[in-house]
């Protein structure tokens, strides 16, 4: 509208300030692009920020899965524990019945079927409330070694070798509480390394009496110069630059070293000094840590004596 309907300039009274052609189209060209950038520089800003809250939800519904998977034995314990009650009572029944109904042939089959079955209900609930307790250790604790390969082996069917490795050995195979956020960040980590790799990928596992370390290297084109100090911030990515035209915001990265840095551990970025080497992540927890999470008690323990003894 101000482009047709406007007031002139003022200026001298008698005169009028006439502006060349070229000076207004200038002009024009310039607050049209202003107004473009600005639209476009906003979009972004908001589009980044909505994928940003995205990938923070996926996150927080994987690892919420991961925690309700691995509170199935305390409520295996639970559901024992409501059912000791009831189940004690029907066995107790079921052995008077038995006893009274012995030399009656009508009744006898079906008695005896249900002892029987109240005999099996009650084994099945044993077991369940041993689940938190005798089993507890495989469910909940895991070696270096199982966590490696729990990690490594959703990414082995994709045209990349991945080699596992172990550098010095010092003590005992380090044991740690299974942690769902540690799974998915090293898991996210392997699957970049896997993206950028031209065949292999290794995973190098290593611990002392003070850390435990996993590297992870692959052969691929490594980080660029000026990416280095920003890997791992969000928004801070290279799949821009990939031949596929695969493109991101480095918010994987970024999730996964804040989950993996979390538990303890440090975690750094490097390029390998060797030629036909590529990036390397370094993961560094101390040793203390993963003893400390080992030696966790286990939950719910008062609930599956409770659960026994009523059973």
């Known amino acids: 509208m101000l482009g047709f309907a406007h007031l002139p300039l003022p200026w001298q009274p008698g ?8 000076y207004v189209a200038g002009v024009w060209v310039a607050v049209v692009a202003a107004i473009v950038f600005a639209g476009v520089y906003a979009w972004r800003v908001a589009e980044e920020a909505r994928q940003l809250a995205d990938a923070l939800s996926a996150t927080e519904l994987v690892l919420q899965r991961e ?8 409520l295996a314990a639970a559901a024992a524990h409501e059912l000791g009650t009831p189940l004690a009572t029907i066995a107790l029944v079921a052995k008077e019945m038995e006893k009274t109904l012995a030399h009656d042939q009508r009744f006898a089959e079906d008695v005896a079927l249900l002892r029987s079955q109240s005999e099996r209900c009650r084994g099945i609930l044993k077991r369940l409330t041993t689940l938190s307790s005798e089993d507890a250790d495989m469910i909940v604790r895991q070696a270096l070694s199982t966590l490696i390969e729990e990690v490594t082996a959703p990414h082995r069917d994709f045209g990349v070798v991945i080699r596992l490795e172990q550098s010095y050995l010092v003590g005992p195979e380090p044991v740690m509480r299974r942690d769902p956020g540690v799974i998915y960040g090293l898991g996210n980590i392997i699957e970049n390394a896997v993206d950028f790799a031209r065949s292999e990928v ?15 290297a692959d052969d691929g084109p490594g980080i660029a110069p000026d990416m280095l100090d920003r890997i791992g911030e969000p928004y801070a990515t290279t799949r821009s630059g990939r031949a596929d035209g695969g493109g991101g915001l480095g918010l994987g ?58 059973i």
């Open 15 to 22: 005169s009028a300030l006439t502006l060349p052609h070229v």
């Open 67 to 74: 925690m309700h998977l691995t509170a199935l034995d305390g």
């Open 202 to 216: 290794t995973v190098t596992t290593g611990w002392s009496v003070d850390e435990v370390r996993i590297v992870i």
């Open 253 to 310: 990265v970024f999730i996964a070293r804040t989950l993996i840095e979390r538990s303890g551990a440090s975690v750094t970025f490097s390029n390998a000094r060797e030629a036909g080497r590529g990036a390397i992540v370094t993961v560094v927890w101390p040793r203390t840590a993963f003893a400390r999470a080992a030696s966790s008690p286990a939950v719910r323990r008062p609930l599956e004596k409770t659960a026994n003894s009523t």
